[in-house]
């Protein structure tokens, strides 16, 4: 059985994705008078929609880290999963800073949980899933890893 999750729904950032639809929209209506719109059509999709992910192959027992091209094409490298690895969780911060003519700046700082892979060194793999809170992740941490058949790494909060 295939598991997917989706980590970000915009890779390159929520101002990127909003110019990158821009250009889709732009790129549609100059294609109409000229065929070199269709390249800045393409260019704006790709920005706009591409986006991480991961695939969990349970029978498998591997994992993939996916970059979806377009929001649609999975690509990405298959993990074996081993019975050292563990699970994790893993506060992220990140924050984007967009600048406009005016010299002023506009920047969105968000904050998530999510459980990562470990190897048996205690090294990070992979993103697995994203979660708003540490409580939703606690409770999601334990079924996967019986899924997974690894471990969850002891830790504090």
């Known amino acids: 059985?295939?598991?997917?999750?989706?980590i970000d729904n915009k890779t390159f950032g929520p101002f990127a994705s909003s110019?990158?639809?821009?250009?889709?929209?732009?790129?549609?209506?100059?294609?109409?008078?000229?065929l070199s719109g269709l390249i800045l059509a393409i260019i704006g999709a790709f920005?706009?929609?591409?986006?991480?992910?991961?695939?969990?192959?349970?029978?498998?027992?591997?994992?993939?880290?996916?970059?979806?091209?377009?929001g649609i094409l999975p690509f990405g490298k298959?993990?074996?999963?081993?019975?050292?690895?563990?699970?994790?969780?893993?506060?992220?911060?990140?924050?984007?800073?967009?600048?406009?003519?005016?010299?002023?700046?506009t920047s969105i700082k968000t904050y998530d949980v999510r459980i990562c892979l470990y190897d048996s060194n205690n090294k990070q793999i992979m993103a697995v899933k994203k979660f708003p809170s540490s409580e939703s992740a606690l409770i999601e941490i334990e079924e996967l890893a019986l899924t997974m058949g690894v471990q969850v790494m002891k830790q504090n909060f």
């Open 47 to 70: 920005i706009a929609f591409t986006s991480t992910g991961t695939i969990i192959d349970t029978e498998g027992r591997r994992i993939k880290h996916a970059d979806y091209l377009f």
């Open 78 to 105: 298959w993990i074996n999963i081993t019975s050292d690895m563990k699970l994790g969780l893993r506060t992220i911060k990140r924050g984007y800073k967009m600048y406009s003519t005016t010299i002023q700046s």
């Open 1 to 6: 059985m295939l598991i997917e999750n989706k």
């Open 19 to 34: 110019i990158g639809l821009i250009f889709l929209i732009a790129g549609s209506v100059f294609s109409f008078f000229n």
